[in-house]
């Protein structure tokens, strides 16, 4: 197709953010009841980091993400060069085999997931 390049996927994320943007505006109030002014430092972010792994319950928690999102980068990054080497793939099937990942995440997240978390939800503990 002659409309269809490299940019039609990231025009068409951008609309769908843009489209998205107005139900957010008008379904979800704020929850803050009070607004609550902080200075914003260098160090905030460092502040907020320490508090947060501080809390001795959720320090595994927050590993646990952060390797599972390290992993998961790793993958989407370097995965592709094995494919390349190993199997000759070309920039269009790398992107077809991504694709086709994608569509089977989305699949699993509408469906499996949804059903095991509101069957083992934390109500149940």
């Excluded at 989407?76 to 390349?84: D, E, R, Y």
């Excluded at 086709?100 to 997240?109: N, S």
Aim: charged share 15%; aromatic share 20%; net charge positive.
């Amino acid at each position: 197709m002659s409309w269809f390049n490299f940019t039609t996927p990231f025009l068409a994320a951008a609309c769908l953010s843009v489209i998205n943007i107005g139900p957010v505006i008008f379904n979800f109030r704020e929850t803050l009841r009070e607004r609550i002014d902080r200075p914003v430092t260098l160090l905030t972010g460092v502040k907020n980091l320490a508090e947060a792994f501080g809390d001795t319950r959720l320090r595994i928690l927050f590993f646990g993400v952060f390797f599972h999102a390290l992993g998961f980068n790793f993958y989407t990054q370097f995965f592709q060069v094995i494919l390349i080497r190993n199997f000759g793939y070309d920039q269009t099937q790398i992107g077809r085999y991504f694709a086709y990942v994608g569509l089977w995440v989305a699949l699993m997240q509408g469906t499996v997931v949804r059903v095991v978390a509101n069957r083992f939800g934390l109500r149940r503990f």
